[in-house]
Nanobody, 126 residues
Framework: QLHLVESGGGLVQPGGSLRLSCAAT????????IGWFRQAPGKGREVVSC????????NYADSVKGRFTVGRDSGRRTVFLQMDSLKLEDTATYYC???????????????????WGQGTPVTVSL
């Protein structure tokens, strides 16, 4: 059982930046593909970005391309989501999700994931 914990959410003005982190409480994330998803109030969950376990192949939703960057820390213990040029519409609760994977494929469908964190809220407001 993989227990994921997100951190780094908060309140930021439009144009600002936040860095979210996803960590496992009792494991490293080396053999897991990770996805970042978000859910805004009154809306469904949507993918933000996803990263493979090997070679760190990445994919992004069109709405965040060029603004968000997903990656792994050097010790491969956490996966971060660097969010720049934040917009009002980025307001949501952000979740990371994991699945065991040993390849170079990323997974950007929520149904692909077995493990989910509790989420961290991000509010972009004037």
């Amino acid at each position: 059982q993989l227990h994921l914990v997100e951190s780094g959410g908060g309140l930021v003005q439009p144009g600002g930046s936040l860095r979210l982190s996803c960590a496992a409480t009792d494991d490293i994330l080396d053999d897991y593909a990770i996805g970042w998803f978000r859910q805004a109030p009154g809306k469904g969950r949507e993918v933000v970005s996803c990263i493979s376990s090997s070679d760190d192949n990445t994919n992004y939703a069109d709405s965040v391309k060029g603004r968000f960057t997903v990656g792994r820390d050097s010790g491969r213990r956490t996966v971060f989501l660097q969010m720049d040029s934040l917009k009002l519409e980025d307001t949501a609760t952000y979740y990371c999700a994991g699945r065991v994977s040993y390849g170079t494929s990323w997974y950007c469908d929520s149904d692909d994931y077995d493990y989910w964190g509790q989420g961290t809220p991000v509010t972009v407001s004037l």
